[in-house]
């Protein structure tokens, strides 16, 4: 069974500095790998997904993640943060197989940016 | 209007109650999932229903149950509700395809006293 692992659970950072978000999985299998942003008091919403093709999957607002299929790592980057990106963020993982792909989720890493 | 909607969004009660908190689509998904959020755990999936007729158990059952109305509402009830039920409980739902991509709804915060 596939795994997540975001081994910090807070990151505190200042404004217009560079971030990253490690996520690393476990899988026997080839996986799809997703990385969902949640606001104060809201759902999560999708921020963006690796499914195939290029390793690096960008969002509309300036993230971008690679898939590194030998480090088995899926982290998350931004070159410079806004207040605005103060959230909790959930990567997840689903395994590429028939039937249900079930999505497993870490236990999320809290960022937090000051001015 | 949001694509996946919950309700209540808040709801307090005490143990031994039944709570049955609901979700409603326009997305057209067939795939609806009950998942809850606990601090330091992240979600966990509590049931999932690939269409009207097919309910499965998650990971963490128990304590909980499901009703499919239709391919737009899925419900979750608990039966008797205890305090370690008290959490953030999320309803998401996605189509068949490439990655089963899932979106979420608000949420409902719990609080089982």
């Known amino acids: 069974a596939q795994s997540v692992t975001q081994l910090d659970s807070q990151v505190p950072v200042f404004e217009e500095a560079p971030v990253e978000l490690r996520c690393n999985y476990s899988s026997s299998v080839s996986v799809y790998l997703f990385w969902y942003v949640q606001y104060p008091n809201q759902g999560l919403q999708l921020l963006l997904k690796y499914l195939s093709g290029s390793t690096l999957v960008e969002s509309i607002n300036g993230f971008e993640a690679e898939f590194n299929k030998s480090q088995t790592s899926f982290h998350l980057r931004k070159p410079s943060v806004h207040i605005s990106d103060t959230a909790e963020y959930f990567c997840?993982?689903?395994?590429?197989?028939?039937?249900?792909?079930?999505?497993?989720f870490g236990t999320g890493t809290r960022l937090l940016v000051s001015p | 209007d949001a694509d996946v909607t919950q309700t209540p969004r808040n709801r307090i009660t005490k143990t031994g109650k039944r709570i049955m908190l609901e979700c409603s689509q326009t997305k057209g998904h067939d795939r609806m999932y009950w998942y809850r959020q606990d601090p330091g755990l992240g979600l966990r999936l509590i049931y999932y229903?690939?269409?009207?007729?097919?309910?499965n158990k998650g990971e963490i059952s128990d304590g909980y149950s499901v009703s499919r109305q239709a391919q737009a509402k899925f419900s979750l009830s608990l039966e008797s509700a205890i305090p370690n039920q008290t959490a953030l409980y999320f309803c998401?739902?996605?189509?068949?395809?490439?990655?089963?991509?899932?979106?979420f709804g608000p949420g409902t915060r719990l609080t089982v006293l």
């Open positions: 229903s690939f269409d009207v007729k097919d309910i």
């Open positions: 998401a739902t996605s189509v068949e395809g490439l990655g089963d991509t899932q979106y």
């Open positions: 997840a993982v689903s395994e590429k197989n028939t039937g249900f792909q079930k999505l497993v």
